[in-house]
């Protein structure tokens, strides 16, 4: 029995939560996405995962494009700000609910690699869930965990990508609870596990023990796509760090193809207004052009206030929490950002490229996807300030 079709499937794990007699595993298939697996001995056939599944229904999320709100925001503190993948939104939002004894779900790195969406209730836990992992995360059986402490009257704040947060809503009767608030981040798209476990086994065997990885660092250069891993070296034994960019990494600049995305990326339904969680969050790219005014080393937030919830939660911030939140266009933030109302084109290189990963093993399939055209390598190694007065002067001479 099948729950979806196929190439809907998001992987956000809603039957594996709903399921009354746990028959629902989640295992990698061929390609090495997360995908339900139903124990057919144990099933007693009464059709709960697949209607549940987002996948087959729609949702109404019923937020007008009217009444949503956009900000640019920095988080005041730097090092939570150098800590985040873009102006640190997401944290000062998380520390306003686990002031009040909430619970915050989000995605964080287990067993060093693997990543997992996971409830904390501390503040110290909060770096564990800072930053971007471009991997898709394992959500296990967090819906549920959240409903169990929305019964308790405990505030939530459920974090993900947008359909693991259509997972959460069909799962639980969501809108039974005003302590539930919801974020999605811009998403446009995720790899899956095994490949990242993959690079992680080449970085070690090039390098030495791969110690920590960041996707988005910005001691070095700043806000942008860049990260670093620190390092075993294997022939010194000492402590090294490896700062990389997309075109001097294989898993980035694979990612940047989009040629590695779950199939239902490039379908993806959610990536539209109105959105789906109370909160959207993503990187105000183009902020310098939007508001020049506004000058961030270590990188600026978009936030969507899609609901009265959401709004609800922007308003419960004060000074100085509030003090970087400048409200802006969504029209702007839309036309820098297409991530919010369209899906990732599925490159044609996706046809073949997890037949040849599993055929070539991860560096011999990465080099034959990674040839960079001169015009790609000249664009990533431009500053994004130089790119947007080159953009334009060529307007300009369009004009
Ligand atoms: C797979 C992925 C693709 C993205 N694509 C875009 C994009 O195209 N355009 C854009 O503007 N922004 C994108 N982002 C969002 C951006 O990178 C930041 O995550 C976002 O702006 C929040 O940053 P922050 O500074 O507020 O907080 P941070 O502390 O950097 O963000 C932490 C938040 O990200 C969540 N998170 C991190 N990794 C994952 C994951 N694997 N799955 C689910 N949730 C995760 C955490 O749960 C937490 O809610 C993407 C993020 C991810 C994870």
């Not at 002031?99 to 909060?126: D, P, S, W």
């Not at 990389?244 to 040629?259: N, Q, R």
């Not at 993806?268 to 961030?296: F, H, Q």
């Not at 919010?340 to 560096?363: Q, W």
Request: one cysteine or more; aromatic letters at 12%.
């Amino acid at each position: 029995m099948s729950i979806c079709n196929y190439d809907e499937c998001t992987g956000c794990a809603a039957c594996l939560n709903v399921c009354p007699v746990n028959c629902i595993t989640f295992k990698e298939d061929d390609e090495g996405f997360l995908r339900p697996f139903i124990n057919e001995s144990k099933c007693i056939k009464c059709g709960k995962c697949v209607k549940t599944c987002p996948a087959n229904g729609g949702n109404n999320f019923n937020y007008s494009k009217n009444d949503m709100k956009a900000y640019a925001y920095i988080n005041d503190d730097l090092e939570t700000l150098r800590g985040s993948a873009s102006g640190g939104a997401f944290s000062v939002l998380a520390k306003k609910i686990l002031a009040e004894n909430g619970v915050v779900f989000g995605a964080c790195y287990e067993n060093k690699f693997t990543v997992i969406h996971k409830g904390i209730t501390r503040e110290e836990q909060l770096q564990l869930l800072r930053d971007s992992k471009y991997v898709q995360s394992n959500i296990k059986n967090t819906y549920i965990e959240a409903k169990k402490y929305l019964e308790q009257g405990r505030l939530v704040l459920f974090t993900g990508t947008p359909c693991q947060i259509a997972g959460l809503y069909s799962t639980i009767n969501y809108k039974k609870y005003n302590n539930l608030y919801t974020i999605d981040i811009l998403c446009h798209g995720v790899p899956n596990p095994k490949i990242f476990r993959e690079y992680i086994t080449y970085l070690e065997e090039k390098y030495g023990k791969i110690e920590k990885y960041t996707f988005r660092d910005k001691s070095k250069w700043g806000w942008g796509s860049w990260g670093s891993f620190i390092y075993n070296d294997k022939c010194t034994g000492k402590e090294k760090k490896k700062n990389f960019i997309v075109p001097t990494d294989y898993y980035y600049s694979l990612y940047f193809k989009d040629i590695n995305l779950r199939e239902s990326c490039y379908k993806c339904k959610y990536t539209t207004i109105p959105r789906v969680a109370d909160l959207t969050l993503g990187d105000y790219w183009g902020i310098d052009e939007v508001m020049p005014n506004i000058k961030s080393r270590d990188g600026v937030s978009l936030i969507l206030v899609n609901s009265a919830q959401g709004e609800k939660l922007i308003s419960s911030l004060e000074l100085p929490e509030k003090s970087g939140m400048y409200q802006t266009r969504l029209d702007d933030a839309i036309r820098h950002n297409i991530t919010i109302v369209s899906a990732t084109k599925r490159p044609k290189g996706r046809d073949d490229f997890y037949k040849n990963l599993n055929k070539y093993g991860f560096e011999n399939t990465a080099k034959m996807y990674c040839k960079l055209k001169h015009r790609e390598v000249l664009s990533l190694y431009v500053p994004r300030k130089l790119k947007i007065k080159i953009k334009k002067i060529l307007r300009g001479i369009k004009k």
